[in-house]
């Protein structure tokens, strides 16, 4: 057996030798051989986008916290102003109001406004009397707001007073004679009420700097409420307002809210007063509506409320602040009537196109203006932003 064919064969593994590349350390399957890769970079934990992001998002986060603690500021700072002018109005008052019914935002609202004037100088008789009334009708149905201007000259029946111009029902009765008095002659129904003492709105306006106000026409008025002392002004000659928009002082602004006579313009009257003094509140409420205005409320909110006596809440206003932001448009109306003298006194004697007018103010038909050659004191109503009229 020893000199027989082995029978099976003896192979070398042939190590080292092999055309294909063998799998060792550092190297994975499919890798074919390739220097394996490097240490794969280290990421930052945050990315710059991120942290960009982030920043944002703390600082809208900081904006929105502010925002909702300067308008808690805001609102409890004009609420108590509110409060202060709730207190200012008789208490009796509210008992000569109607009841609307319903949120103010929502449903027809009549609120009378009176303008009274405590001027402390000789002569001015009329410092106790309403000066300026008016009433504004909220229609939140069709986004519109209708204004009723009432001469203070008007000759109706004040109860238990007899007959006498409009305006001296405030001074015998206080508001709430007023308000027996208005809602008899026009047989409308008051919601609100709303005092505005232009002696002090002189104050509120120079706390906000300033209105602007756009003069119509130029004027020169007569002599009154003189600035300098007796010597000086027996040679004034009254006061003096160019045409155009002017940004006047509080002083400034109640000065032309008073003017009576246009030296440059006979047509001029206590209707064309009226208009000045609507013009002077509406720049009032446009300018503590801006941005300005509003960062300052916190520290003035009560102020603002100063020149008031109301019955209407801070709800109340801001509900009627909403309204009128909606509004579309604007209906200015107004009472008239034929210019007679009794006893002594200019006064206006009511006509019949008053009821006319009033359907106009109630929406109950279109607003029509005065027919032409009617008269300076001819009742009527226009559509528009500028008080009728203009």
């Known amino acids: 057996m020893a000199g027989e064919e082995k029978p099976y064969r003896v192979y070398k593994s042939g190590r080292g030798q092999s055309k294909f590349p063998r799998f060792g350390r550092g190297q994975r399957p499919g890798s074919l051989g390739r220097p394996p890769r490097g240490p794969k970079p280290v990421r930052e934990p945050r990315s710059t986008r991120r942290r960009i992001l982030q920043a944002v998002g703390i600082l809208v986060c900081l904006f929105v916290a502010w925002l909702a603690a300067w308008i808690l500021a805001s609102y409890f700072s004009f609420r108590d102003g509110v409060d202060a002018a709730n207190k200012r109005l008789p208490a009796s008052t509210k008992r000569y109001l109607t009841h609307q019914g319903g949120m103010l935002f929502d449903t027809s609202t009549t609120i009378l406004l009176l303008g009274t004037d405590h001027a402390d100088y000789a002569g001015r008789e009329s410092s106790d009397r309403s000066d300026s009334i008016m009433l504004m009708r909220t229609d939140p149905g069709h986004d519109r707001i209708y204004y009723l201007s009432i001469p203070r000259d008007l000759y109706v029946e004040i109860p238990g007073r007899g007959q006498n111009r409009i305006n001296a029902a405030y001074q015998f009765g206080g508001p709430n004679l007023a308000i027996r008095t208005v809602q008899a002659f026009t047989g409308l129904k008051i919601n609100h009420v709303a005092i505005v003492d232009f002696n002090q709105f002189r104050k509120v306006i120079d706390e906000i700097g300033g209105v602007t106000i756009d003069v119509p026409k130029p004027i020169w008025s007569n002599k ?10 027996q040679t004034w000659n009254g006061w003096h307002f160019a045409k155009g928009p002017q940004h006047m002082s509080g002083e400034r602004a109640l000065i032309y809210s008073r003017i009576r006579e246009n030296r440059l313009d006979p047509k001029d009257n206590d209707l064309t007063r009226a208009t000045r003094q609507q013009q002077v509140i509406q720049a009032v409420s446009s300018h503590i509506a801006s941005v300005g205005t509003f960062l300052d409320l916190p520290f003035m909110g009560g102020d603002l409320m100063k020149p008031l006596a109301t019955d209407l809440s801070a709800g109340d206003f801001i509900e009627l602040g909403w309204v ?10 107004r009472l008239g009537g034929d210019s007679q003298t ?16 009033i359907s106009m103010f109630t929406g109950e038909s279109a607003a029509q203006p005065p027919p032409p050659g009617s008269g300076t004191y001819a009742p009527g109503c226009e559509i528009g932003n500028t008080p009728f009229p203009g």
């Open 342 to 357: 009794i006893n002594g006194q200019d006064i206006l004697v009511p006509n019949e196109d008053n009821r006319a007018v």
């Open 224 to 233: 009154f409420d003189c600035p300098f002392d007796a010597q000086k002004c």
């Open 324 to 333: 009128k932001f909606r509004a579309g448009s604007n209906i200015h109306c």
